[in-house]
């Protein structure tokens, strides 16, 4: 029997048009699907079609139309499955806060869960060293626990001294391979570029999410230690979301992943950290040697 009619036919020819022109043009200049519709609706007259329908079409369309222009299948990006207590994802975000009355640029660091997507958030004035192991202490206070499986990261200076070529290889900075080796850590580097950011992308869109729903409007505040008590308050509040539409929220799994994740090797040295010193942003930074005797040694 033939293909039922659709109320899409007569605009397939000019989505499959559009989808072809694509090919040739900038890869960060090229249709979205939501375009393609506006296109439709604003140059074509279309009113009688919704952007659900149109939508489809190109997903399904668009890797068709690869292959019959000889340019093979587009990158394909399976859905990933994770086990509970196994995996995570690090990142740094840029935000910016009005700080003692003085806008200033600051770096939302997240470490992510990848099976219940519980994330733990905290901002700082930089993305150096300290700031990373700071950070990293901060979510295994948290969580409860260290991840047993993989941590993906990208590049990072305060991590990654070198990059070997095209491979998976690096060459760490000497202070992070301490940190990393005493926390127990099993480190994934992501591929450079845009790339690499889909290796990670439950924490890159975590960044974006907390910064949409927890930072705009613009935080003003008297210090970052006020505002990383707020930041905490948020997290547990976070736990009562849905991501998508899993089943439980995000407590309701973490609940289950909690008791997977491994002990930190030794003793957490939260109560034990010495400042060392009083930036102007008002956080006291931290002294790694004092936590981790391996550390900078």
Known sequence: MPP???????????????????????RKQRH??????????????????????????????????????GRGPPAVFMPQTHRPGEEAEVDFGDVYITLNGVRTLCYLFVFRLSFSGKAVHRIFVSQGQEVLFEGHLHA????????????????????????????????ET???????????????YC?????????????????????????VPVPDVISLADLNAQ???????????????????????????KPLLQPLRGALCGRQRREVGQPACGLPAVSARACFPAVGR
């Not at 074509?44 to 399904?60: A, E, F, L, P, T």
């Not at 290796?199 to 890159?204: N, P, S, Y």
């Open 140 to 171: 295994f206070e948290v969580l409860g626990g260290v991840p047993r499986g993989k941590v993906r990261y990208d590049n990072l200076t305060s991590a990654v001294a070198r990059v070997l070529g095209f491979t998976r290889a690096r060459v």
């Open 231 to 257: 930041v905490d308050a948020w997290d547990r509040q976070d736990d009562q979301r849905r991501i998508g539409e899993c089943p439980r929220t995000v407590g309701e799994y973490f609940a289950i992943e």
């Open 4 to 26: 039922r009619a659709s109320v899409l036919d007569p605009y397939k020819h000019l989505i499959d048009a559009i989808l072809r022109a694509d090919l040739d043009a900038p």
């Open 174 to 188: 000497d202070r992070w391979t301490a940190f990393r080796s005493w926390a127990g850590l099993e480190v994934f």
């Open 191 to 215: 591929r450079p570029g845009i790339d690499g950011a889909h290796e990670k992308g439950g924490v890159e869109g975590e960044v974006g999410r907390f910064r949409r729903n927890h930072l």
């Open 32 to 69: 979205t699907a939501k375009r393609v519709f506006d296109r439709l609706v604003d140059e074509h007259g279309m009113d009688n079609v919704s952007y659900g329908r149109v939508r489809d079409y190109i997903k399904r369309r668009k890797p068709e139309i690869w292959v019959e222009e």
